[in-house]
Every structure is written in C-alpha cells, then in structure tokens.
C-alpha cells in the first residue's frame, strides 16, 4: 500500500476516449497519469472512417444476422465477416448478442446508443472549442446513397425508422446527389442525407492536439503494458513492464483491451470482444467527395481527410491475436468500382487494420465501481471516435461523484 500515490487517477488507455478523459480530468483538478502500451492514438483511433456517426442510433446487428450467419462463415470477403476458427471463442459473445436482440432490450441499447450520440456533437464543438482546433472538424453532414431500384423500400424503411428516433434526415433525390457530389456515379438513384453530422479531415492528428493540451493541463504519459494491478486502502496498484503505478483511482479506458484488467481489479468478467475494422487510405483522392458517403447495397464508408479519401466499414470477428486480412482493406477498393464517374486511384493507397471494442448490446461500459477508485470507459464498439468527447464529459461527473439517472444504461453491473 501507498500511503502517497504519484497520481490521482491513472487513466490506462491512450485512444481518442481516454486522451479525451484524461485532458478533462486534468481540467478538474486531478493529477493524472496516462498509461499506454504505444503512443497516443495508435490503436483503433489512428484508422476509423472519421464519421460522427450521430444518426447510428441502432446496434450492431439486428434479426437478420441470423440469415447471414452462414454467409459470414464462408465469405471471407464480405462486409461482415465471422472467422470459423473463432467461432467456438464467439458464440458465447453472439449467444449474448441474440438475446439482447428481443424487443425489450433492442430498445433499451437502441435508447442508450440515442442518448449519447445526441449529446455527442456539442460535446466535440466544446472540446475542439477549448483547444483551439475547431478546424479539425467539418460540420457538413454525411450521405447514404443506393444504387438499386429495389433498394428504394429498404431506404424509405430506414428513414421512418430513423425519424422515429428523432434523427434529422433528409430524402435526396439523384438530381440533388449529383449536384452536391459531382464526381459520384450518375447511375445513383438518390439518398438520404444526414445534416446533424459530419467528418474529422485527420482522427489522429485529433488524438494529438487533445494529447499535447493534456500535457499542457499538467497529464503524465507513460508507455507501459499494464499486466494487471489490485486494489487497497489507498487506490489502487497497477503491475506494468515499467514496474508498479500507483494511484488513487484507475480509469480503464483500453478498449478492446479493457476486459482483463477490469476483472483483475473488480471481479467482473465483461462480455467484451472486438470488430476487427480495416480501412483503405487513398493520398490521390483530395477532391472526390465533399462529405462523407455510405453505400447502402455495399456497406462502407469513404470519408475525405486531409491526407487524401479513407475507405473504411468492414467488420471482422477473429479475435485479438489472429493476423490482419490485409486482402479486406483492399476489397474496399473494388467495393468502390461504380460508384464514381471514374474510378479511384489507389497509387500509393496504405491498408491497416484496428479493433473496435463490442459488447454485445451496442452499449459502453461507463461507470464508477469499487467505491470510487475504479472509473470505466469501454465498449464503444464502432461509435468510440463519435462519443469520445460527451463520454470525457460523463467520465468528469463519474470522478466527482456526480452521476445522473442517464447513465444507468452502462454500469458494469448489467452483466
């Protein structure tokens, strides 16, 4: 036990949700001590789509995951992927998922998933704000567009459904598609258009700027594997290859990598797996879109950043310690096929591949538990970039004890 710990709260995980929290940590007051096994957001936050995904208000999967369970198994290419050699490791996870497909709790995670990405937007317009790097973000929207005649239905479905929800969308016609985004295909049909959206032009450059204002508020980083840790009268001890951290609370914040040390130091084991995520980044293409665009038949995302057009969306189960499918990040690429007037280059075009933290009702953990000296922020699954900043807002009432009635929906105890 130490009596005089050298943080107040050690935050272990430095991606875009636990910079986020750590810098409003140290705006509180706390002296606070970042722990990562690499630098600051080199995980899943250095290559996600860039998309504010504020109209994703459903979980990951709905009843037809049931119908293309046998296309996930055998389609290695396909835009939802189940590696068979996991399988035996997931149907615990996917036993979990199906359950919490039935009414009750589809709307219950269909209501937290809501009420975070509705307070999402201001919470980045604050936190961008206060550093000074508003630019980093393009308020602009986003576009589902469809190719397909018969695709129209399905569209028309999930605008009723998304009004229901109360998430702004408008019906673009293909006149409208091709005025805003001339280089798309003139073959599209139309889409919808979300205005209460948009994109980050570089999510790691983001990561840094909130990075260098923690360090500027006073945070500590460290580059240490934390291997476990225990709790005692004074905080808590967490055993790294850089030796033992000491600090009166903890703030478990490593996404994929967060369900080992939260049962080390609660007891609780969380149903945490991961959506292994690839993207495409194409430094040619700096002027093909002007916001962010989904393709509803092909199911991914292109996104335009500073460094050229990311193409992202594709979501494998395999675990965390089989390789990367780096052959999915290019698929992406022939995804794209069609969908402009000419097609893209990929000349100097770089895969990579992440993992998107997933618990099996679509929500976060986010939560104060063993009386105090343990706060948690995981499970954001592929939202982590969108609600990172309302979530360092929360994490900020979590550490002053100033929980509402809002934040039922993710404690640790749900499991």
């Excluded at 504020?54 to 055998?74: C, G, H, N, Y």
């Excluded at 998430?167 to 979300?194: C, I, K, M, N």
């Excluded at 618990?359 to 538990?369: A, T």
Aim: charge should be positive.
């Amino acid at each position: 036990m130490v009596e005089n710990p050298e943080a107040d709260i050690a935050v272990v995980g430095a991606g875009i949700v636990g910079v986020a929290c750590a810098l409003q940590l140290a705006r509180q007051g706390r002296r606070v001590l970042l722990v990562d096994r690499q630098a600051p957001g080199h995980g899943a936050s250095y290559g996600n789509a860039g998309h504010l995904a504020t109209e994703q208000v459903f979980p990951i999967a709905d009843l037809s995951i049931l119908k293309r369970l046998p296309r996930m198994l055998l389609d290695p290419m396909g835009p939802l992927r189940l590696d068979w050699k996991y399988l035996p490791t997931a149907m615990p996870w996917f036993t979990r998922l199906l359950l919490n497909l039935r009414p009750a709790p589809f709307q219950r995670s269909v209501a937290g998933i809501r009420t975070l990405n509705e307070g999402s937007l201001g919470a980045w317009q604050r936190l961008l704000g206060s550093i000074g790097r508003s630019d980093l973000f393009q308020e602009d929207g986003s576009l589902l567009v469809f190719e397909k005649p018969e695709s129209r239905q399905a569209l028309e479905a999930l605008r009723t459904r998304m009004q229901q929800q109360a998430v702004p969308v408008d019906v673009w016609s293909a006149e409208t598609v091709r005025e805003a985004a001339p280089q798309l295909s003139p073959s599209l049909l139309g889409g919808l258009f979300f205005p209460r959206t948009g994109h980050f032009i570089d999510p790691y450059r983001v990561v840094c700027e909130l990075f260098e204002a923690a360090k500027a508020s006073g945070v500590r980083f460290v580059q240490a594997q934390v291997d476990g840790g225990q709790l005692h009268s004074a905080g808590v001890s967490l055993a790294s290859d850089q030796g033992t951290l000491n600090a009166r609370q903890v703030l478990i914040s490593c996404g994929a990598h967060s369900a080992k040390l939260t049962a080390a130091l609660t007891g609780k084991r969380v149903p945490l797996d991961t959506e292994r995520g690839y993207h495409l980044m194409l430094p040619g293409e700096h002027q093909r879109l002007p916001f962010a665009v989904t393709s509803l038949e092909r199911k991914f995302i292109m996104t335009p950043m500073a460094e050229g057009l990311r193409l992202a969306g594709t979501v494998e189960f395999a675990g965390l310690e089989a390789p990367p499918s780096m052959q999915r990040a290019w698929q992406l690429h022939r995804l794209s096929k069609g969908l402009f007037r000419q097609d893209l280059s990929v000349e100097g075009a770089t895969p990579w591949m992440g993992f998107r933290p997933s618990l099996p009702d679509s929500l976060p953990v986010i939560d104060r538990v063993c009386d105090g000296r343990v706060l948690l922020a995981f499970g954001h699954q592929h939202l982590g970039l969108t609600q990172a900043a309302v979530t360092a807002e929360w994490v900020g009432r979590l550490a002053e004890r100033a929980a509402g009635p809002e934040m039922g929906a993710y404690r640790l105890d749900r499991f």
